[in-house]
């Protein structure tokens, strides 16, 4: 009796995680989406690996990901104003086009042998470009694909938890592909990996096709999201969270060949165990908080996630030891998913549908436009006091930032817990809570 009373217990909390996959449009996004992020994360090893093996600099891998980031921040707030009007589902069939026949270019370059450095940053350039319409199309379209809104946080956490899935596949698959085969495989693996997205997308119903066009000037639109976003007090402190944790702290990434040639003496299949290492803990706080009930509480975990990503990325300054390493980074994977999820789900919940658009423009931008900032300095940091006091200093700004959010977490609660209560997504707005 009490095995089968367990069992059943059991099958009701996997169908309470999984609840937003009851949704038919959800579930071919997940497949597909899920099958693309793996040749996505392939792609992005294998193309630090080349950039480094080619020049040997971390200045130029420091500028790489500068020119495949610097097209968010320069393009994706005008990009969010498109989004809240254009059709978001072949907009998503647009950009992932592109993505697809960027890849193929890359890996046709590199088979050939006729790539170069300036070809990288030309192609990194055109995919961040991409990606300026594409990420803000895709934090929007999820309100699409999930018909209720109360599996909407249960959708943003399973997406997160897919794409550190993808994360801890694809590095590791990048890692043994390039050490046997070289990194051109890896960008065609990549190309073809869309084609599931594509297909998904394709197969998908919608009853929300219509094109949205508001009667203002696009630049008129523009204003408008910039003004409700940074004048609602709970949007504007988590978009600062997300742009210190990716400005300050993410600068591990970038600089991550360096770590894992020249300090812990591995190769691209070392980079490769650490990026997934990270993916691991990311993983796991995403399934952790796909099963949250609530949205309550997730002010204090982001603050709290924030903290853990920046000590855990001090710690592996310090590492020379692989497995430590591994370990610091399945931690460092905690705290940024925490930090991530949190935010995401607090302003996609609190957003005004009409402004949805425009607000994960700047959520985007946030997240990777202010990254190439970070990079370009991270670069040049690391010329004078080398790669791991570079990111030491910079993860320890990840730690006085959440000492200061911590401070505004009475004025975010005090200012959310109402409009939970008005939209019917809480009941209780107990202040232990």
């Given at each position: 009796m009490a095995?089968?009373?367990?069992?059943?217990?059991n099958?009701?909390?996997?169908?309470f995680l999984?609840r937003?996959?009851?949704?038919?449009?959800?579930?071919l996004w997940?497949?597909?989406?899920?099958?693309?992020l793996?040749?996505t994360?392939?792609?992005?090893?294998?193309?630090?690996?080349?950039?480094?093996?080619?020049?040997?600099s971390?200045?130029?891998?420091?500028?790489?990901?500068f020119?495949?980031?610097?097209p968010?921040?320069?393009?994706?707030p005008?990009a969010?104003?498109?989004v809240d009007?254009?059709?978001?589902?072949?907009?998503?069939l647009a950009?992932?086009?592109a993505a697809?026949?960027?890849a193929?270019?890359?890996?046709t370059l590199t088979l050939?042998g006729?790539?170069?450095?300036?070809?990288i940053?030309?192609?990194?350039?055109f995919l961040?470009?991409?990606?300026?319409?594409?990420?803000?199309?895709?934090?929007?379209?999820?309100v699409?694909?999930?018909?209720?809104?109360?599996?909407?946080s249960?959708?943003i956490a399973?997406?997160?938890?897919?794409?550190?899935?993808?994360?801890?596949?694809?590095p590791s698959?990048?890692?043994?592909?390039?050490?046997?085969?070289g990194?051109?495989?890896?960008?065609?693996?990549?190309?073809?990996?869309?084609?599931a997205?594509?297909?998904?997308?394709l197969s998908?119903?919608?009853?929300?096709g219509?094109?949205?066009?508001?009667?203002s000037?696009p630049?008129?639109g523009?204003?408008?999201?910039?003004r409700y976003?940074?004048?609602?007090a709970?949007?504007?402190y988590?978009?600062?969270v997300?742009v210190?944790q990716?400005?300050?702290?993410?600068?591990?990434?970038?600089?991550?060949?360096?770590?894992a040639?020249?300090?812990?003496?591995?190769?691209a299949?070392?980079?490769g165990?650490?990026?997934a290492a990270?993916?691991?803990?990311?993983?796991?706080s995403?399934i952790?908080?796909a099963?949250?009930?609530?949205v309550?509480?997730?002010?204090?975990?982001?603050f709290?996630?924030l903290g853990?990503?920046?000590l855990?990325?001090?710690?592996?300054c310090?590492?020379?030891n692989l497995?430590?390493?591994?370990?610091?980074?399945v931690?460092?994977?905690?705290?940024?998913?925490?930090?991530?999820?949190?935010?995401?789900?607090i302003?996609q919940t609190?957003?005004?549908?009409?402004?949805r658009?425009?607000?994960?423009?700047?959520?985007?931008m946030?997240?990777?436009?202010?990254f190439?900032?970070?990079?370009?300095m991270?670069?040049a940091?690391?010329?004078?006091?080398?790669?791991?006091?570079t990111?030491l200093?910079?993860?320890a700004?990840?730690?006085?930032?959440?000492c200061?959010?911590?401070?505004k977490?009475p004025?975010?609660r005090?200012?959310?817990?109402?409009i939970?209560?008005?939209r019917g997504?809480?009941?209780d707005a107990?202040?232990?809570?």
């Amino acid at each position: 009796m009490a095995s089968t009373a367990l069992k059943s217990e059991n099958k009701k909390t996997l169908k309470f995680l999984g609840r937003a996959l009851s949704h038919r449009n959800y579930r071919l996004w997940f497949a597909g989406q899920g099958t693309s992020l793996i040749g996505t994360w392939m792609q992005m090893i294998a193309m630090s690996w080349l950039v480094y093996r080619l020049t040997n600099s971390p200045v130029l891998l420091s500028l790489n990901a500068f020119t495949g980031s610097i097209p968010m921040f320069l393009f994706a707030p005008i990009a969010g104003t498109f989004v809240d009007r254009w059709n978001r589902h072949r907009l998503l069939l647009a950009t992932q086009t592109a993505a697809m026949i960027q890849a193929g270019l890359l890996a046709t370059l590199t088979l050939t042998g006729l790539i170069a450095v300036w070809h990288i940053f030309i192609l990194s350039f055109f995919l961040g470009l991409v990606n300026a319409f594409d990420m803000p199309a895709r934090q929007a379209f999820v309100v699409e694909m999930v018909d209720d809104r109360a599996d909407l946080s249960n959708a943003i956490a399973l997406n997160s938890a897919m794409f550190n899935g993808a994360r801890l596949v694809g590095p590791s698959l990048a890692g043994l592909t390039v050490a046997a085969f070289g990194e051109g495989i890896c960008f065609l693996l990549n190309a073809l990996s869309f084609l599931a997205v594509i297909l998904a997308l394709l197969s998908m119903r919608l009853q929300h096709g219509l094109s949205r066009r508001p009667a203002s000037h696009p630049f008129e639109g523009l204003k408008e999201g910039f003004r409700y976003a940074f004048s609602f007090a709970p949007i504007r402190y988590l978009l600062l969270v997300l742009v210190v944790q990716n400005f300050f702290g993410m600068q591990y990434v970038v600089l991550m060949p360096v770590f894992a040639r020249d300090i812990l003496h591995g190769g691209a299949h070392t980079q490769g165990f650490l990026v997934a290492a990270s993916g691991v803990g990311a993983v796991a706080s995403a399934i952790g908080l796909a099963s949250k009930r609530s949205v309550l509480g997730l002010e204090k975990l982001a603050f709290w996630g924030l903290g853990l990503f920046g000590l855990s990325v001090m710690g592996f300054c310090f590492s020379r030891n692989l497995y430590l390493s591994l370990s610091l980074m399945v931690f460092a994977g905690v705290g940024m998913m925490v930090v991530l999820i949190a935010c995401n789900t607090i302003i996609q919940t609190l957003v005004d549908e009409d402004k949805r658009g425009r607000v994960m423009s700047l959520h985007a931008m946030a997240t990777v436009g202010c990254f190439p900032f970070g990079s370009l300095m991270a670069g040049a940091l690391a010329s004078y006091l080398g790669v791991p006091h570079t990111v030491l200093v910079s993860s320890a700004g990840c730690v006085a930032a959440a000492c200061v959010f911590g401070l505004k977490l009475p004025k975010l609660r005090s200012i959310t817990r109402p409009i939970y209560l008005s939209r019917g997504i809480i009941e209780d707005a107990s202040p232990e809570l």
